[in-house]
């Protein structure tokens, strides 16, 4: 008998051609730069149009400034109004991203380190207060805050921004911390660490990203706040900065030079805030999801 030996040839997986490739990633850094370009220009065109004057704006609103007149921003620097609404929207922002933080924190570690009953359902009543935006609880929110006798003050912007902040950041924090091994808890407590003193030594510094995320998150959510100042808030003494800019706007309606700005002046701190801690949310948030 003879044998016949039949060779069957590998199959190689074609390559699609170099230009190919190269045509994609033009196409991807097209659109990309495209994107940003309409991202961008509203921002570029508030910034220069506070270097303008009114009637340059008037016959052409698209234009550059001709002569760079910077007398409009100094107007808004010099004005007492607008430190107290920065000095407002700080109170705020801090006291919210600092509860918002401590509560948020702790009631992670219980829900991701500890078995007990109605563990799950307290989770998923922090996971439903996403489903429920600040307009949709505007109306009871406003009662609520009436009946507590904290209308036209911070605290009744920063109690409810607190609340409304706690299920995302307790959503970012519980798989990051429920990603610490418990062999380092086992080890900690033969060392003599109780429960109180593994959170404080070893879950605080291990848990830093994720803290720097949603604390990053909770002050720039606080700072740009318009909705819930504007129906707590009667009080100019008392207004933060989006709410002050609303109000900047329409007392200067006639001077646009000046509106824009004041309104570029109130939106850098939060672009400077979250653009310095970019790449902290990015790699906050990527620890939780592979947590």
Do not use: H
């Not at 730069?33 to 220069?48: D, E, H, T």
């Not at 004005?79 to 401590?102: C, E, K, L, R």
């Not at 307290?122 to 307009?135: I, K, W």
């Amino acid at each position: 008998m003879t044998a016949t030996a039949t060779l069957v040839t590998p199959r190689v997986p074609r390559r699609r051609p170099a230009g190919a490739n190269r045509g994609s990633s033009v196409l991807v850094g097209f659109v990309a730069l495209l994107l940003i370009g309409m991202m961008l220009a509203p921002v570029v065109f508030i910034i220069l149009g506070g270097f303008r004057s009114n009637a340059e704006i008037t016959v052409d609103p698209a234009g550059l400034p001709t002569t760079w007149n910077w007398q409009n921003y100094a107007d808004v620097l010099t004005s007492g109004v607008f430190w107290g609404q920065v000095g407002n929207s700080a109170i705020a922002a801090i006291a919210t991203t600092v509860f918002v933080v401590a509560l948020g924190l702790m009631a992670a570690y219980a829900l991701s380190r500890y078995r007990f009953r109605g563990r799950g359902a307290v989770y998923a009543l922090f996971t439903a207060g996403l489903m429920f935006p600040m307009t949709v609880a505007i109306t009871p929110l406003y009662i609520l805050v009436r009946n507590l006798g904290l209308m036209n003050s911070l605290a009744g912007v920063i109690v409810p921004q607190i609340a409304f902040a706690l299920p995302l950041t307790i959503i970012i924090l519980s798989p990051f911390l429920a990603a610490i091994p418990n062999e380092l808890q086992e080890a900690s407590a033969i060392d003599g660490l109780g429960r109180l003193g593994f959170f404080w030594r070893m879950v605080l510094p291990l848990a830093v990203p994720a803290v720097v995320t949603v604390g990053i998150l909770a002050f720039v959510n606080s700072w740009n706040s318009y909705m819930l100042p504007l129906f707590i808030l009667n009080n100019e003494a008392a207004y933060t900065l989006p709410l002050g800019t609303q109000a900047f706007a329409s007392q200067y309606s006639v001077d646009t030079a000046r509106v824009l700005a004041f309104t570029s002046l109130s939106m850098i701190p939060a672009l400077l805030f979250f653009s310095v801690f970019e790449r902290r949310i990015v790699g906050g948030l990527t620890g939780a999801v592979k947590g």
